[in-house]
């Protein structure tokens, strides 16, 4: 197909209908030989959370850079999922989206949903994405856009932790923070050895942890989750939640609450403080929550793990 004046090119890149006019002067193109970029602009479905670039092809090599001048009049329809602008001349395309998009997190949770089986939630700023975890391998198993699930290419495929990290930040499921991303995420630090020991004990438990408001309340020197004994399928419900706080060398069972006024660091009446997650919650669950937690294998333990560090739900949330 050649394209003749006046110009103008309509076409589809992964869910989103682009439309390029191009000045009536131009020159007759093929503009299937020009190479179509982008990073995925279903991210953007929600308003215009991409910007648009051109790469010169009549520069140098050596000086070729994405550029924003020259591209005019862009518009966005959000119900149609369409962008249309205008340029110049025709140039490579390129949208580029926003690395931290859907930092920080809204909230988050995971919960065991059988014997070395388990789900991992995250509500991130623009989308919730569900992952689920079986042995060594982790499936996208949903990713919901508006009450909408996007990314139909992506969902029901299992692989390691690692591969599913690369394979979904290709496709524009950046939830993982990288270590500059401080500096571009408004978030109060924390301190590693609490985060990560506390990912680690996490892992060690067939129990159900999730976000808690008063985690960036406490400081940079502790974290603070909910967690419950879970023996069924599903979410556990509000009322079975209780709060901890850990520094990493002391865990604490908090009398706070998710409705409470203001954070206080007063403790659970009766509650003692242990030098590990595994045994404030042993010194409470049941006989049958302790055996789910004797099971658990080894290569589910470090599935867990690895998501949660790679997340990084305690700092980023």
């Known amino acids: 197909m050649t394209l003749t004046s006046p110009q103008a090119l309509s076409t589809r890149i992964i869910g989103l209908s682009i439309s390029i006019v191009l000045p009536q002067d131009s020159d007759p193109i093929d503009p299937w030989s020009h190479a179509h970029q982008c990073i995925h602009p279903e991210w953007g479905a929600k308003g215009p959370y991409f910007e648009v670039y051109a790469l010169r092809n009549n520069q140098p090599y050596a000086s070729q850079q994405w550029r924003s001048d020259g591209i005019s009049e862009i518009t966005y329809e959000a119900e149609e999922k369409s962008i249309t602008f205008g340029m110049g001349a025709f140039y490579t395309v390129a949208l580029f989206q926003d690395a931290h998009l859907n930092l920080p997190y809204q909230a988050w949770e995971l919960h065991p949903t059988g014997v070395d089986e388990g789900?991992?939630?995250?509500?991130?700023?623009?989308?919730?994405?569900?992952?689920?975890?079986?042995?060594?391998?982790?499936?996208?198993?949903?990713?919901?856009?508006?009450?909408?699930?996007?990314?139909?290419?992506?969902?029901?495929?299992?692989?390691?932790?690692?591969?599913?990290?690369?394979?979904?930040?290709?496709?524009?499921?950046?939830?993982?923070?990288?270590?500059?991303?401080?500096?571009?995420?408004?978030?109060?630090?924390?301190?590693?050895?609490?985060?990560?020991?506390?990912?680690?004990?996490?892992?060690?438990?067939?129990?159900?942890?999730?976000?808690?408001?008063?985690?960036?309340?406490?400081?940079?020197?502790?974290?603070?989750?909910?967690?419950?004994?879970?023996?069924?399928?599903?979410?556990?419900?509000?009322?079975?939640?209780?709060?901890?706080?850990?520094?990493?060398?002391?865990?604490?069972?908090?009398?706070?609450?998710?409705?409470?006024?203001?954070?206080?660091?007063?403790?659970?009446?009766?509650?003692?403080?242990?030098?590990?997650?595994?045994?404030?919650?042993?010194?409470?669950?049941?006989?049958?929550?302790?055996?789910?937690?004797?099971?658990?294998?080894?290569?589910?333990?470090?599935?867990?793990?690895q998501l949660l560090l790679a997340t990084r739900v305690l700092a980023y949330s």
Not at 251 to 279: C, D, G, R, W
């Open 119 to 305: 789900l991992f939630t995250v509500t991130a700023a623009f989308a919730t994405i569900q992952i689920q975890i079986k042995d060594n391998q982790c499936m996208l198993s949903a990713v919901v856009v508006e009450e909408e699930e996007v990314l139909s290419q992506m969902t029901g495929k299992w692989m390691r932790p690692f591969a599913l990290r690369v394979a979904s930040k290709r496709a524009g499921v950046n939830i993982c923070p990288a270590e500059y991303s401080p500096k571009y995420v408004p978030v109060p630090g924390k301190a590693a050895l609490a985060e990560v020991k506390a990912y680690e004990q996490m892992a060690l438990l067939a129990a159900a942890f999730a976000h808690s408001k008063w985690n960036g309340e406490a400081g940079p020197e502790q974290v603070v989750f909910k967690a419950s004994e879970h023996l069924t399928v599903g979410s556990a419900k509000d009322n079975n939640w209780s709060l901890y706080m850990f520094n990493g060398e002391k865990v604490q069972n908090l009398k706070l609450t998710e409705t409470s006024e203001a954070f206080t660091e007063e403790l659970e009446e009766e509650s003692e403080f242990h030098s590990t997650l595994y045994h404030m919650l042993k010194a409470s669950a049941s006989n049958e929550a302790m055996d789910k937690v004797e099971r658990a294998g080894f290569l589910f333990i470090d599935s867990v793990y």
